[in-house]
Antibody, heavy 123, light 107 residues
């Protein structure tokens, strides 16, 4: 049974770059049909999809964050990463890594999540 | 972006009650709608995908229906472990978006 686990600094200074890693255990990042995603949840509870990376290297980023986001993947070390540049207090949130997959009906959904990690942006 | 709206935003109910949560999309999304349950301090958990398909391992008291813009999540007989926040999410158009959630509380 695959599991996801986020890691990274819990505190980032304004204007710096937030960097998080998601380790995948019990499964393979190279498996076709899975899209490796990042989602965040602000303290007020809204969930926001940041984007995904596919094993081929193709990515999608939410236009609201696109200019600041990079998601990368390392199949040899079984982890994928998030970088968010020029952070402000508005980027304070719980960040989740998640697996997105599609059913035979071509609908995509997030079927596996990490436990989440709180990142606070503050000086 | 497609906006998702929940109603009600919060709901009080008792163990054994039948409960319905509604989600509305700002445009027609067919049946590209998923439901998640989140408990405090935990990650969301997938309950329903494609509007009415029960995710493996999810109890059969959970059910989903709807298409187009209006969707419902029904819990047929509330159990103590069902008190949580429920979110809908559309997978019709990127970026995929979530609703603000309905918090289900104990009466």
């Amino acid at each position: 049974q695959a599991q996801l686990q986020e890691s990274g600094p819990g505190l980032v200074k304004p204007s710096q770059t937030l960097s998080l890693t998601c380790n995948v255990s019990g499964g393979s990042l190279s498996s076709g049909g899975y899209y490796w995603s990042w989602i965040r949840q602000h303290p007020g509870k809204d969930l926001e999809w940041i984007g995904y990376i596919y094993p081929s290297g193709s990515t999608f980023y939410n236009p609201s964050l696109k200019s600041r986001v990079t998601i990368s993947l390392d199949t040899s070390t079984k982890h994928f990463s998030l970088r968010l540049s020029s952070v402000t207090a508005a980027d304070t949130a719980v960040y989740y890594c998640a697996r997105m997959k599609s059913s035979s009906m071509t609908i995509y959904y997030f079927d596996l999540w990490g436990q989440g990690t709180l990142v606070t942006v503050s000086s | 972006d497609i906006q998702m709206i929940h109603s009600p935003s919060s709901l009080s109910a008792s163990v054994g009650d039948r409960v319905t949560v509604t989600c509305r999309a700002s445009e027609n999304i067919g049946r590209y709608l998923n439901w998640y349950q989140q408990k405090p301090g935990k990650a969301p958990k997938l309950l329903i995908y494609a509007a009415s398909n029960l995710q493996s391992g999810v109890p059969s008291r959970f059910g989903g229906s709807g298409s187009g813009t209006d969707f419902t999540l029904t819990i047929s007989s509330l159990q103590p472990e069902d008190f949580a926040t429920y979110y809908c999410q559309q997978s019709y158009s990127m970026p995929y978006t979530f609703g603000p959630g309905t918090k289900l509380e104990i009466k």
